[in-house]
Structures are given as structure tokens and as C-alpha cells.
């Protein structure tokens, strides 16, 4: 892994992931996520939604290298960033589905958007890497 790319490759996806769920999701979910939520803080502790954020950001930059196969950066980022949104939404929204009373619908919209964001923020990262990995 080229050591010097990783931390531009983490700002890249954690600046792109902290804007998209600080300005896009409340637009795209105007009143708040979907219903899966039975006993929500009164005032959520913004610090973690900031943590989880960086850990996502951090672990696509470390794992893209991994799996890189030496098509296009961005495109192979864009993919890798979509796998990882279905691998993270796609349980959780089952799981969820299972223990909650909630629209299988609005639990596929939620992986919806992590596959889109991710995908995204996978792109990205990707980009910052540039040429400079060598296919496994």
C-alpha cells in the first residue's frame, strides 16, 4: 500500500461523507431515518455519527488496496465502495426488518443510500490512489 495516498484517500471519503450526511441526507430524508428507531435519544451525540464516519472512511481506504485489480481507480473504487454499502446495509436492514415493525421498503432505502454513498466515497478514494497501486 502506498503509505503516502492513505491519509488523502481517508480525507477524501470522510470529507465527502460528512457533507452528504450533514446537507443531502436531511433533504433526502426529511424527517429523519426511516421508522426503525423505537427509543431514539432525545439529542443525539453527534461525536459518534462524526466517529462512525472516520471509522467508514479510514476502513475503505485501508481494504480498497487489498482487493485492487488495476482497472481504473475510480471505477474499481465506485465498486468496491458499493459491495461494502450492500455488505454493511444490507444485513443490518435484515436484521432490523426481523425485530422491528417497519416497511421493508424504508429499510431498502436505507441501503440504498449506503450503497450510493459508499460507492461515492469508494470512488474517491480510489481516485486518490490513482495509478500509484499495483494490481493484486
Known amino acids: ?10 480525507l477524501a471519503a470522510m470529507a465527502f461523507l460528512l457533507v452528504v450526511n450533514v446537507v443531502v441526507y436531511p433533504i433526502v430524508f426529511p424527517n429523519g431515518p426511516p421508522e ?8 443525539p451525540i453527534a461525536l459518534y455519527h462524526v466517529l462512525a464516519l472516520l471509522v467508514t472512511s ?5 481494504i ?3 482487493g ?3 482497472r481504473t481507480p475510480w471505477a474499481e473504487g ?4 458499493m459491495l461494502m454499502g450492500v455488505l454493511v446495509g444490507l444485513p ?15 429499510l431498502l432505502t436505507a441501503v440504498l443510500w449506503l450503497v450510493i454513498t459508499y460507492g461515492v466515497a469508494g470512488g474517491l478514494v480510489g481516485a486518490a490512489y490513482g495509478g500509484s497501486l499495483k494490481a493484486r
Open 36 to 43: 426503525v428507531y423505537r427509543y431514539e435519544r432525545t439529542d
Open 58 to 62: 479510514i476502513l475503505l481506504a485501508y
Open 1 to 10: 500500500m502506498k503509505l503516502a495516498r492513505f491519509p488523502l484517500a481517508a
Open 78 to 81: 465506485l465498486r468496491f465502495g
Open 68 to 70: 485492487y485489480r488495476g
Open 64 to 66: 480498497f488496496p487489498i
Open 92 to 106: 443490518w436492514s435484515l436484521n432490523a426488518y426481523a425485530i422491528t415493525e417497519t416497511q421493508f421498503s424504508s
